[in-house]
T-cell receptor
């Protein structure tokens, strides 16, 4: 089954304790991205990756890191989490169209993070 | 600045009734527009995609329209069902697929 898998789905942590949210897709998509979703603000892009070893900042990258060492995996790293990073996080992937237009985004089920 | 605005923010309708959700965008250059459905606590799922040359596209009881001149899109839901209760998000892509702008969504509740 084609899917995007995120782990963990739920996490409660404390300020400053490094954590990683994993994301894996089995559709051989070139494009992967991370979003956070907060009430009233909608989905905001954190980082994206066009392909292996190619990453770039989205709209709200502060406090986050990513890596793309393999095509299927795109982990999100919070080196020193703070309470303002409490949010619902989504990973998504997509094929890259020949014209450069984005394909359909396939989203994971979300990871709800609480930083105390 | 690219922006996507949706209205209404929330909507309650009776089961079986129709409804229309609106999306206005100021995104340039325009590549395509998608409507996504997001069930509570789940990831969004694509319903339709509209490109510049398309005016109307249907997916079952969902019909999307696009007016590229006025930069407006609508999603019409016919004969609503309880399972239509969800948030509907308008997403516009511009200038290559890393430029994706999300609307804040319309929360639809269908009641018996």
């Amino acid at each position: 089954e084609a899917q995007v898998t995120q782990n963990p789905r739920y996490l409660i942590t404390v300020t400053g304790k490094k954590l990683t949210v994993t994301c894996s897709q089995n559709m051989n998509h070139e494009y992967m991205s991370w979003y956070r979703q907060d009430p009233g603000l909608g989905l905001r892009q954190i980082y994206y990756s066009m392909n292996v070893e190619v990453t770039d900042k989205g709209d709200v990258p502060e406090g986050y890191k990513v890596s793309r060492k393999e095509k299927r995996n795109f982990p999100l790293i919070l080196e020193s989490p703070s309470p303002n990073q409490t949010s619902l996080y989504f990973c998504a992937s997509s094929f890259r169209g020949t014209s450069g237009n984005t394909g359909e985004l396939f989203f994971g089920e979300g990871s709800r993070l609480t930083v105390l | 600045k690219n922006q996507v605005e949706q209205s209404p923010q929330s909507l309650i309708i009776l089961e079986g009734k129709n409804c229309t959700l609106q999306c206005n965008y100021t995104v340039s250059p325009f590549s395509n527009l998608r409507w996504y459905k997001q069930d509570t606590g789940r990831g969004p799922v694509s319903l339709t995609i509209m490109t510049f040359s398309e005016n109307t596209k249907s997916n079952g009881r969902y019909t999307a329209t696009l007016d590229a001149d006025t930069k407006q899109s609508s999603l019409h839901i016919t004969a609503s069902q309880l399972s239509d209760s969800a948030s509907y998000i308008c997403v516009v892509t511009s200038g290559g697929y890393q430029k994706v702008t999300f609307g804040t969504g319309t929360k639809l509740q269908v009641i018996p």
